[in-house]
């Protein structure tokens, strides 16, 4: 089955300051990737998503890069604000049948802490 | 649209015991499925369903069942509660298959087994 790994599992920095966020996938049929961002005590909730077929994707502070020769792709947060404090998640999914991606495979985690 | 409800919150259960938690969601979607959450373990995919009367197994399906008799409700059954099991159970559901966009999670239920 897919094998998602995601590195660093915490990550700290100033506000202002550019995070990032790194996955790699094992399965080379998966073809969709999104990013979930779990506050505490929350439910997760997905920010921003990419498919095979695209390199990249922004939406306004938020950008998600894929490699696919490589099997990684990346997380990419500018001007970091102290609502952006969460666990997020990347994750994989591979197509099982017609009917579309049922399977999504999630990375461990990255707690992201902004430092005022 | 109250989106996916799950109940109940939090559970305490002994060893040995079963229990059911309920997940209902009112947006029409064909697919549901069950994560558990550990820390440092992400979320893990217990089993899922396409569609009433359609259910697979995920990532670590022993020791739950499930059914989908509606297109609404998709219950997890715990059939005899082990330690192993204490986690944050979510549901989540979305139309036709993850590919499709996103998948709208519950608040999640705490479950602890003694």
């Known amino acids: 089955g897919e094998n998602v790994e995601q590195h660093p599992s915490t990550l700290s920095v100033q506000e202002g300051d550019s995070a990032v966020i790194k996955c790699t996938y094992s399965?080379?049929?998966?073809?969709?990737f999104p990013w979930y961002k779990q506050e505490l005590g929350k439910r997760p909730q997905l920010i921003i998503d990419?498919?095979?077929?695209?390199g990249e994707k922004k939406d306004q502070r938020i950008a998600v890069t894929l490699n696919k020769t490589a099997k990684h792709f990346s997380l990419h947060i500018t001007e970091t604000q102290p609502e952006d404090s969460a666990v997020y998640f990347c994750?994989?999914?591979?197509?099982?049948?017609?009917?579309?991606?049922?399977?999504?495979?999630f990375g461990t985690g990255t707690r992201l802490t902004i430092i005022p | 649209n109250a989106g996916v409800t799950q109940t109940p919150k939090f559970q305490v259960l002994k060893t040995g015991q079963s229990m059911t938690l309920q997940c209902a969601q009112d947006?029409?979607?064909?697919?549901m499925s069950w994560y558990r959450q550990d820390p440092g373990m992400g979320l893990r995919l217990i089993h899922y369903?396409?569609?009433?009367?359609?259910?697979d197994q995920g990532e670590v399906p022993n020791g739950y069942n499930v059914s989908r008799s509606t297109t609404e409700d998709f219950p997890l059954r715990l059939l005899s509660a082990a330690p192993s099991q204490t986690s944050v159970y979510f549901c989540?559901?979305?139309?036709?298959?993850?590919?499709?966009?996103?998948?709208?999670f519950g608040e999640g239920s705490r479950l602890t087994v003694l």
């Open positions: 989540a559901s979305s139309f036709w298959g993850a590919d499709t966009g996103e998948l709208f």
């Open positions: 399965d080379s049929a998966s073809n969709y």
């Open positions: 990419i498919r095979s077929n695209v």
């Open positions: 994750a994989a999914s591979i197509k099982v049948t017609d009917f579309g991606n049922e399977k999504l495979t």
């Open positions: 947006m029409n979607h064909e697919y």
């Open positions: 369903s396409v569609g009433a009367g359609i259910t």
